[in-house]
């Protein structure tokens, strides 16, 4: 699975994250930050979902700074 994030912010910059076709593990999708330093934007975790009978998904987490809106 691909993931990728569009900044809003000027400069506008792609920011994109490859994850590994087998389900483990905890990863960020990274990003500048008004400052141009790299900051944690998205979190993604493998989980068993119980909403799917307990198949391992990829799951986006939200962090203090940026939340995810569905």
Do not use: C
Request: hydrophobic share 40%.
């Amino acid at each position: 699975m691909k993931l990728t994030l569009l900044s809003q912010q000027e400069p506008k910059e792609l920011n994109s994250l490859v994850l590994p076709e087998k389900l483990a593990g905890h990863y960020w999708v990274r990003g500048k930050n008004s400052m141009g330093k790299m900051t944690d934007i998205v979190a993604v975790e493998a989980e068993r979902s119980v909403e799917s009978g307990g198949v391992m998904q990829w799951i986006l987490k939200s962090n203090r700074r940026f939340k995810i809106m569905d």
